[in-house]
T-cell receptor
Framework: DAKTTQPPSMDCAEGRAANLPCNHS???????VYWYRQIHSQGPQYIIH???NNETNEMASLIITEDRKSSTLILPHATLRDTAVYYC??????????FGTGTRLQVFP | KAGVTQTPRYLIKTRGQQVTLSCSPI?????VSWYQQTPGQGLQFLFE???????NKGNFPGRFSGRQFSNSRSEMNVSTLELGDSALYLC?????????????FGPGTRLTVT
């Protein structure tokens, strides 16, 4: 099963871009990368997902390297409400969801 | 549209007892997944139900079981509770189908086993 690795914590100034990396070096060709975040005491919230191409939605952008072994979630203008734990998830061939360790993003004023 | 609801929100049980948690998905969603979250192990996948059938299962002992009803509502049961079962249990619903992991999570049920 593919496994993801994320830094345990990151800081970001409010208004700046937050770039959250994820390593998934054992990912297979048809496995998707999903990102979720969990704000304290709430259930996780879907952010974005991708396979090969870069993706963008109203919340974030997802950049996947050409070899697909890593990706970066970009919050273009971080706000205090973006403070949360961000999970990078790889959907395996057997459709099991394996959560990464998560990155605790702290946005400061 | 109403979100995913879970009942009860908080529960205290004693070792050896059993517990049943309930999850009502978003209307029209056919897939319900269950997760366990603890400080030590993080978020772990328990199982997924789609159209009343268990489609995927995580690496949990047989004491953890679930089911889904024809209206897509799901229940999770844990028998012979252990102290280590104390956790936040989250359920998530999605439309279903292959790779439809845009899931919507409920607020969770916090289970404390004493």
């Amino acid at each position: 099963d593919a496994k993801t690795t994320q830094p345990p914590s990151m800081d970001c100034a409010e208004g700046r871009a937050a770039n959250l990396p994820c390593n998934h070096s054992t990912i297979s060709g048809n496995e998707y990368v999903y990102w979720y975040r969990q704000i304290h005491s709430q259930g996780p919230q879907y952010i974005i997902h991708g396979l090969k191409n870069n993706e963008t939605n109203e919340m974030a952008s997802l950049i996947i390297t050409e070899d697909r072994k890593s990706s970066t979630l970009i919050l273009p203008h971080a706000t205090l409400r973006d403070t949360a734990v961000y999970y990078c998830i790889v959907v395996t061939n057997t459709d099991k969801l394996i959560f990464g360790t998560g990155t605790r993003l702290q946005v400061f004023p | 549209k109403a979100g995913v609801t879970q009942t009860p929100r908080y529960l205290i049980k004693t070792r050896g007892q059993q517990v049943t948690l309930s999850c009502s998905p978003i209307s029209g969603h056919r897939s319900v997944s269950w997760y366990q979250q603890t400080p030590g192990q993080g978020l772990q996948f328990l199982f997924e139900y789609f159209s009343e059938t268990q489609r995927n299962k995580g690496n949990f002992p047989g004491r953890f079981s679930g089911r889904q009803f024809s209206n897509s509502r799901s229940e999770m049961n844990v028998s012979t509770l252990e102290l280590g079962d104390s956790a936040l249990y989250l359920c998530a619903s999605s439309l279903g189908g292959i790779f439809s992991y845009e899931q919507y999570f409920g607020p969770g049920t916090r289970l404390t086993v004493t």
